[in-house]
């Protein structure tokens, strides 16, 4: 990590060009007055809403949806995260990763299918967008490697989540990372913590703590919102 502390550190992060963002960003994780949870790939943030409830010190958000700077596509911006984790600042990291393209709900239809489990990482010759969609599916799911990797590293705990047996468990850098000692897995049903739909969801992490989330299906009478079909926006789920 080659990041610089002190009262040099506004004036070299200008100097090697950080767009202001990203060292607003830098010195929030900085001054945090404990180590932070941080998620990425949030979305619309409801985990750091509610480990803020809980009175736990949080990290800005990261999505590209909250800003185009914060893109984990960026060899530049994750190198600022990496450092951030390497200097020890996070507590628990939680990573989601967009998962498109490799959830059931698209790949068990042929006529859309991108991938499946004998070719998880994708299919050849897809049409240009399907394409695109599975590259950028994988380079994500890589970097979320990547950066659990760092966290461990750094002592750190991580947790990453996709909906149960999500063929992203499926690619061999990601199974490498799940599927070994030390790691564990908890399996949610969403409709447990008030979700109108029942989303089965395995979370991993390098803590046993996270066992404490698993949740099944709660037994008293309620309905669920098939994930199929076209989301009530309009847009396929």
């Known amino acids: 990590n080659e990041t610089i502390r002190g009262s040099l550190e ?6 090697v060009g950080y767009p202001e963002i990203w060292q607003k960003l830098i010195s929030r994780v900085r001054s945090a007055p404990q180590r932070i949870f941080w998620e990425l790939f949030a979305g619309c943030a409801i985990l750091t809403s ?10 800005p958000p990261i999505d590209v949806l909250a800003d185009a700077a914060y893109n984990l596509l960026d060899a530049f911006f994750v190198s600022v995260v ?3 984790i390497l200097e020890g600042r996070v507590m628990l990291l939680h990573l989601g ?21 004998e070719f998880p990482e994708g299919f050849l010759n897809l049409p240009k967008h399907r394409g695109e969609k599975v590259r950028l599916g994988n ?4 970097v979320s490697v990547k950066l659990c990797m760092a966290q461990e590293r750094a002592n ?4 990453f989540e996709q909906p149960k047996e999500c063929l992203m468990f499926y690619l061999s850098e990601v199974k490498t990372l799940v ?13 447990a913590f008030g979700a109108p739909w029942a989303k089965p969801t395995w979370v991993f992490a390098n803590s046993t703590l996270i066992l404490s989330i698993a949740r099944q299906c709660p037994a008293y009478p309620h309905r669920h919102i098939p994930l199929v079909g076209s989301a009530p926006c309009g847009r396929n789920w």
């Open 10 to 15: 506004s004036t070299v992060l200008r100097g």
């Open 50 to 59: 509610m480990f803020l409830e809980q009175g736990w010190c949080c990290g």
């Open 82 to 84: 990496i450092g951030l």
């Open 97 to 117: 990763p967009p998962c498109s393209s490799f959830s059931w709900a698209v790949n068990r239809w042929t006529c859309y299918a991108m991938r499946s489990l």
């Open 139 to 142: 380079a994500l799911a890589l």
């Open 156 to 159: 750190g705990f991580w947790q």
């Open 179 to 191: 599927y070994r000692a030390g790691i564990y897995l908890a399996e949610v049903s969403v409709c």
